[in-house]
Structure formats: structure tokens, C-alpha cells
């Protein structure tokens, strides 16, 4: 596995955008064209495509923002494996991944993101990386996990 991250750009959007969950993921994450628009109307978001090498295996989304910090708060805010390279490792991989590259880029030690309920394997996958429930609620009723550690 060669997982990197490509900022989405042009060249890529289009593929970028084609990406999807499974059918019965389909109510935990915007689809990715909504997920771009969101970042066209807000710079602060950082769109990227996870590949591994050559290939496009998924779509995430992270940025920074102050909404109750001060110095800001660091959101992974949107993670997507495409539905035929699931059960593979990459979402694991990817979310490992994107956590240094946060700690990288914003040299912050908390990193957030926002899950349903419902969504058990993501929650499981999410607690086995570090990330635990701080027993808040974002504005579309996700419970908040909270990654406290390092990635370095």
C-alpha cells in the first residue's frame, strides 16, 4: 500500500467527485460533489484524494477553524473509502495518515470529527486509532470524537 494525498484540482475533480460509499453507507457522508462545494465556498477547507500510487481510493476533508478555540480547532471532517476498495485496510491507513499529516501541517495535538451514531464500523474504527466521544454534538446531531495524541 502507497497511500498519499493529492489536493483536488481540476485535473482530478471530476474523478474525485465520482467517488461513493456503499448503498448502506450512503446516509453517513455528503456525497463528494457537496463536499466540494462546500470547499469552493470556503477556502479554509483542504479537499484531497487518497490515492494509493497511481489509483483513487477515496476523498477527504480537513481544515481549521475557530468555532471554540481561540487558536482554532482542527477538523478531519470528511473521510470517504469508495465502495469497491472497501475492506482493503485503506480507511485505516488513510485516517493514520491524515493524522500526521494534520499534526504536520497545523502542529496541533487534537484532531476532530464528527460520526453517527449508526455508523458502527466507523466508530469502532475511530476508537481503535485514539479517538474518543467528548460527549458533544455537532450541528446535524453527529457525536464528536476528539483525537488527543500525537502522530509524528
Same mark, same amino acid.
Given at each position: 500500500?502507497?497511500?498519499?494525498?493529492?489536493?483536488?484540482?481540476?485535473?482530478?475533480?471530476?474523478?474525485?467527485?465520482?467517488?461513493?460509499?456503499?448503498?448502506? @453507507?450512503?446516509?453517513?457522508?455528503?456525497?463528494?460533489?457537496?463536499?466540494?462545494?462546500?470547499?469552493?465556498?470556503?477556502?479554509?477547507?483542504?479537499p484531497v484524494g487518497i490515492y494509493d500510487g497511481s489509483m483513487l481510493v477515496?476523498?477527504?476533508?480537513?481544515?481549521?477553524?475557530?468555532?471554540?478555540?481561540?487558536?482554532?480547532?482542527?477538523?478531519?471532517?470528511?473521510?470517504?473509502?469508495?465502495?469497491?476498495?472497501?475492506?482493503?485496510?485503506?480507511?485505516?491507513?488513510?485516517?493514520?495518515?491524515?493524522?500526521?499529516?494534520?499534526? @504536520?501541517?497545523?502542529?496541533?495535538?487534537?484532531?476532530?470529527?464528527?460520526?453517527?451514531?449508526?455508523?458502527?464500523?466507523?466508530?469502532?474504527?475511530?476508537?481503535?486509532l485514539g479517538f474518543q466521544f467528548n460527549g458533544k454534538f455537532d450541528t446535524?446531531?453527529?457525536?464528536?470524537?476528539?483525537?488527543?495524541?500525537?502522530?509524528?
Amino acid at each position: 500500500m502507497n497511500l498519499h494525498f493529492v489536493p483536488v484540482n481540476p485535473a482530478i475533480r471530476k474523478e474525485v467527485e465520482n467517488l461513493q460509499t456503499l448503498p448502506e @453507507q450512503a446516509g453517513f457522508i455528503e456525497s463528494v460533489r457537496d463536499c466540494m462545494k462546500e470547499a469552493d465556498a470556503c477556502p479554509k477547507w483542504r479537499p484531497v484524494g487518497i490515492y494509493d500510487g497511481s489509483m483513487l481510493v477515496g476523498f477527504a476533508m480537513y481544515g481549521c477553524f475557530q468555532i471554540s478555540k481561540p487558536e482554532g480547532e482542527v477538523w478531519l471532517d470528511r473521510i470517504l473509502i469508495d465502495g469497491k476498495h472497501q475492506g482493503r485496510g485503506y480507511g485505516r491507513e488513510a485516517v493514520s495518515a491524515l493524522l500526521k499529516r494534520l499534526y @504536520q501541517e497545523y502542529g496541533k495535538k487534537q484532531v476532530y470529527l464528527s460520526v453517527y451514531e449508526s455508523n458502527t464500523a466507523a466508530i469502532h474504527l475511530y476508537k481503535q486509532l485514539g479517538f474518543q466521544f467528548n460527549g458533544k454534538f455537532d450541528t446535524k446531531g453527529e457525536k464528536i470524537m476528539v483525537y488527543t495524541g500525537i502522530h509524528r
